[in-house]
């Protein structure tokens, strides 16, 4: 507003207050940057991770491995404690699920008691849809 101001309203930096320039691009491909250039075709491992993530591929081998293991147990001591290390770490991760299905089932009942005793019209609308989509067999 008063151009000649500037004059009377010095500019002080001090140490480390200089100008700041920052990337604020999200940058969602590091997970990708991990896997080494030289182990594949980065494009065909991200396409492969689309298909199924490393987690599930792990688990369906996981219980194959188990399958196989009940059918033809491990000869040696190393293998049968293997073999018991593989079911605790599945029923781990089992449980982890378990735990985090329950986290979010409490979240929506929260939720949902929330919205009936604040905003009843929006309730009753979700209700209605709720009750349609629960009508629907599960996948």
Do not use: N
Not at 79 to 85: I, L, S, T
């Amino acid at each position: 507003m008063y151009p000649w101001l500037f004059l009377w309203a010095p500019q002080l930096q001090l140490p480390f207050s200089g100008d700041v320039a920052q990337r604020i691009e999200p940058r969602t491909q590091w997970f990708f940057d991990g896997i080494d250039s030289t182990s594949g075709d980065p494009v065909i491992e991200r396409k492969a991770f689309e298909v199924a993530s490393y987690g599930r591929q792990l688990g369906l081998i996981t219980e194959l491995l188990l399958d196989m293991a009940a059918q033809t147990p491990p000869r040696t001591p190393a293998g049968r404690e293997a073999r018991q290390r593989l079911r605790k770490i599945q029923a781990q991760i089992e449980q982890l699920k378990t735990d985090d299905a329950a986290t979010h089932v409490e979240a929506v009942e929260a939720g949902l008691q929330r919205l009936k005793t604040r905003h009843t019209a929006e309730y009753e609308r979700l209700r209605t849809r709720l009750q349609r989509l629960l009508a629907e067999p599960a996948p």
